[in-house]
């Protein structure tokens, strides 16, 4: 008897697990280019900081390498494009998919070759491979916007930051953590191949036959009124990055002059990081439906502005133990925001343009952002770390409080729950 229930209850075990795998079948394809684009721009901007700094480079020269990611933020320029013309053979936004992801490989290859070419011509390669990352990642964002229903997306939220977090292990380990035994062009040649492997998926997408189910578009969705709707949340979007960037980016830098070891802070960058992102963005989904996209916001926040005060403390007294505690406190307290961040961003991009859309939320907002993240480091150079972490924690404050009170004046009038 006892044998014949266990049996039962494996089976609905295996039944369960089986619709839960295929419940999530849907979201490998974002998965997938989510996991590119948290690689490339991993391997392209996120070690080489830490490794020149580890060698001695000052602080504001470090600063100037943020500008590889500045392609991130001016997508809106060229994403009206993206929104008006179809490319050939393939379907409208998963032709720039492939057109932007196939770009961004060959891009990788060429630079593979140049180990010892110029800085300024590797510089240049980085800057044009991310902004094809770029152009991918805001064709795959109208992309969830057009097909995918407002309910679900939360779920595509979680993917994205799955994927992007687990890219970042792959792209940060590989330049900081194995990059003495790989080797530049076995390095950039891996990521490529990761990239190419990546797109596969998005290419049986059938973004045809789920064009118009995610629903109509906002009622403020033309004209003047929408102009003035997308400048006001750009504006809360951008305060938010920036603030958070001056209070939580600048924490590996700081663990490097506290003493940690360049193989620790890497450990804590490219595993850490995204292996917490990971776990937070699978966990959010379900947190946010319990309870509340704002709720979940607000504790975050607090978490990260206590991260930020343990840090100020750290380098006040030179504890690099109480230093990584508090990196680690910011990266666990950031992963409960991402999820509903992003959903937020779906929803106020399910304009009639949702490539141009998203492209102003996101990418203005970051590159209004952009001056002070190149600025921070000299700015903590200037002030040193305890000073500076101390000034930031009434600006992440304001923010936090502002970007909360944002979401849920639209959580309101959508008649959705807090």
Not at 98 to 116: D, E, K, M, P, W
Not at 208 to 216: E, K, N, S, Y
Not at 392 to 409: E, H
Request: hydrophobic fraction near 55%; glycine fraction near 14%; proline fraction near 5%.
């Amino acid at each position: 008897m006892s044998h014949a229930v266990t049996q039962s209850a494996v089976r609905r075990l295996i039944v369960r697990i089986g619709g839960s795998l295929s419940g999530m079948r849907p979201l490998a394809p974002f998965f997938c280019l989510y996991m590119t684009f948290g690689a490339t721009l991993g391997f392209l901007s996120g070690g080489a900081p830490l490794i020149l700094r580890a060698r001695g480079v000052g602080l504001a020269e470090v600063g100037l390498l943020q500008l590889i990611n500045l392609p991130v933020g001016l997508t809106f320029l060229w994403a009206p494009l993206l929104d008006r013309l179809r490319l050939p053979v393939l379907a409208h936004r998963v032709g720039w998919i492939a057109a932007a992801q196939a770009t961004t490989i060959l891009l990788l290859t060429t630079l593979s070759f140049g180990a010892h070419w110029p800085l300024p011509v590797l510089l240049a390669l980085a800057v044009a491979a991310c902004a094809c990352v770029a152009t991918m990642d805001i064709a795959l964002e109208a992309l969830v916007v057009e097909t995918v229903p407002a309910v679900q997306r939360a779920f595509v939220a979680s993917a994205k930051l799955c994927g992007a977090s687990l890219g970042g292990i792959l792209g940060v380990g590989v330049l900081v953590g194995s990059y003495d035994s790989l080797g530049w062009r076995r390095a950039a040649l891996a990521c490529a191949a990761l990239d190419a492997l990546c797109l596969l998926p998005i290419l049986g997408y059938p973004e045809a036959r789920l064009h118009g189910v995610a629903g109509g578009p906002e009622r403020w969705s033309g004209g003047l009124a929408r102009l003035r709707t997308l400048a006001g949340r750009v504006l809360v979007l951008g305060a938010y990055f920036a603030a958070s960037y001056l209070l939580a980016g600048p924490n590996t830098l700081a663990l490097l002059d506290l003493g940690v070891s360049l193989g620790q802070v890497g450990f804590l960058t490219g595993t850490v990081l995204p292996g917490v992102n990971l776990v937070m963005a699978v966990a959010a989904g379900g947190l946010a439906a319990r309870f509340g996209a704002v709720r979940l916001i607000a504790g975050g926040a607090v978490g990260v502005f206590a991260s930020g005060g343990l840090m100020a403390g750290a380098c006040a007294v030179g504890s690099a133990g109480l230093g990584i505690a508090a990196t680690v406190l910011s990266f666990v307290a950031g992963g409960f925001l991402g999820v509903p961040v992003f959903n937020m961003i779906y929803r106020w991009a399910q304009g009639p343009k949702p490539a141009t859309d998203y492209a102003l939320l996101f990418g203005a907002a970051f590159f209004a952002a952009m001056p002070l993240r190149v600025a921070a480091p000299a700015l903590a150079g200037w002030i040193g770390w305890p000073g500076y972490f101390t000034a930031t924690l009434p600006l992440y404050a304001a923010a936090a409080a502002w970007l909360a009170i944002a979401v849920s004046r639209t959580l309101r009038a959508d008649g959705a729950a807090l």
